[in-house]
């Protein structure tokens, strides 16, 4: 659900001992004046304080603008491809010759060319120094990336053993090696149990007390026990008020709980095709992602994969909308609206409303048989972000922001409603407001290309061409065709500037 789900990738590669010398069987790193503050930053981070972690090693490069570790670490604990690639670069640029972190650093940055992995030089600088439970648990990631797991667990336990009072997060990711791999309630995953209470007592008292409750609440959803997950999640959060997952967590299993108890208020669908419900909500995140093309293809495979589902071919008629073809728009239109008779009453009237405000050349009917729906199903995510997306232009920034927030504390996985926010914030000039909000998306949703784009408006709003540039360029590399447009014309623009 989060952590090594979500960010699997992440949390493995801040792998990092604070030291400026050479600590007997520790890798040696390059801190400068900035000790404490990569020491305080690798701690947050390897209790998966991404935000707090981020803020410890700014503050590093704030006070040495030379501190190699902070530039590599900053770079492990960014989502935001953009500022990874510049942070491992800046790293690579400061690191001395022959030291173990230029080898990082090369690692990460040919790892962001899509050459080699972070993980490459893990195992051989392991060997060099083998008291060094980064390291350890660097190598346990790269043999678990092998398929190698037993040895990896060899590995964690070895470590955790060596220090247990300061490697809680060896423990950790020693539990996920069952929690991921092996099958809930199985004698295999409920070993998972034992090593977080290890955890839970090597972090008591700390700040990465949270984690360590919040790890205990993810084992239990797992095994679908909602009232002991939520109970451990709410406990993450009273442990620690700064800790971002505790009420996130919070939120998604109040969630999944309804929807597994066939509690959740949402709207009933035409189809009974699970595969078919599958494409036609992914569909939807592309819709609300700004990715029409990708959108169009999995409402097309709904539809193959239930030729009756009307409100597939209603959102693929919407879809055509986005993408200017009016002729597939009119076609699908349509089927859909032949369809409605045999559909559910309120599938019907979202199709009709559709149909309808296509005739007129507004928005209106469609928006307030929107937001009558949305009140009738209070967990149907589509639905209330549908009165976000559909009517923003006319509801205003406050009512944006308003229900924006309301729908992410609901659902934090819906994470287009970010988007949304920092448009408003913008329309407001609130322009702190607006960079966190992108910000929060491209971090939660880094896979999907508008978010970069959005951050690209950001950085034109506040002055900064060049950083829009590198924006336009990050989500035209991942297939906006719209950032391709607008990264080019802003180079040609810069380029005049300089001519």
């Known amino acids: 659900m989060k952590k090594y789900t979500l960010f699997s990738f992440l949390i493995a590669l801040i792998m990092f001992a604070v030291s400026c010398g050479t600590s007997d069987g520790m890798m040696p790193r390059q801190t400068g004046d900035a000790a404490s503050e990569v020491e305080e930053g690798l701690y947050l981070a390897h209790n998966v304080m991404w935000d707090l972690a981020r803020d410890k090693f700014d503050e590093g490069i704030a006070k040495d603008p030379n501190c190699v570790s902070c530039y590599l670490n900053r770079g492990h604990v960014e989502n ?18 022959g030291h173990p972190e230029k080898t990082l650093a090369q690692d990460a940055v040919n790892w962001t060319k899509g050459e080699g992995g972070r993980f490459d030089s893990y195992q051989s600088l392991y060997k060099k120094y083998p008291n060094d439970p980064y390291l350890a648990n660097g190598v346990a990631r790269s043999l678990l990336g092998d398929d190698k797991v037993d040895e990896a667990r060899t590995v964690l336990e070895e470590a955790f053993n060596a220090s247990p009072g300061s490697t809680g997060f060896l423990s950790n990711l020693l539990a996920y090696t069952y929690m991921n791999r092996e099958e809930p309630g199985s004698e295999e995953f409920d070993k998972a149990a034992g090593h977080l209470r290890r ?26 026990d909602f009232d002991s997950a939520l109970d451990y999640y709410q406990q993450a959060v009273d442990a620690n008020p700064d800790y971002l997952w505790g009420p996130m967590n919070v939120a998604r299993t109040i969630r999944q709980a309804k ?40 409402f097309s495979e709904a539809i193959e994969l239930d030729p009756n589902f009307a409100l597939a071919y209603g959102m693929r008629a919407r879809t055509s909308a986005f993408l200017g073809n009016e002729e597939d728009l009119r076609d699908d239109l349509d089927i859909a609206v032949s369809m409605s008779l045999n559909a559910t009453e309120d599938e019907a009237s979202l199709i009709n409303a559709l149909a309808a405000s296509v005739a007129d050349g507004t928005n209106d009917v469609f928006n307030k048989t929107v937001e009558a729906l949305s009140v009738k199903y209070p967990d149907d995510s589509m639905l209330a972000f549908e009165t976000i997306f559909a009517t923003m232009a006319s509801i205003g920034s406050d009512a944006v922001i308003e229900k924006a927030n309301a729908l992410l504390a609901k659902d934090p996985d819906m994470t287009p409603a970010y988007n949304m926010l920092g448009y408003a914030y913008m329309d407001k000039d609130d322009l702190d407001n607006a960079g966190n909000a992108l910000q929060s998306q491209i971090r939660l949703a880094s896979n999907m290309a508008n978010p970069y784009d959005s951050m690209g408006d950001y950085y034109l709003a506040i002055g900064d061409d060049e950083s829009a540039l590198k924006y336009f360029n990050q989500s035209a590399s991942m297939g906006l065709n719209a950032s391709t447009v607008k990264a080019d014309s802003l180079k040609a623009q810069l380029e005049k500037e300089v001519e």
């Open 199 to 224: 955890y839970m007592r090597a972090e008591r008292g700390k700040d990465g007390f949270a984690n360590a409750l919040d790890s205990m609440g993810e084992y239990h959803l797992m095994k679908g």
């Open 259 to 298: 929807w597994a108890n066939g509690e959740a208020m949402v709207m009933p669908s035409s189809t009974e095709n699970q595969d078919a419900k599958n494409a036609f909500n992914v569909g939807g995140w592309y819709l609300y992602n700004i990715d029409w093309d990708r959108a169009y293809e999995k």
């Open 80 to 97: 935001d491809r953009v500022q990874r690639r510049h942070f491992y670069n800046k790293a690579l640029e400061l690191s001395k010759s």
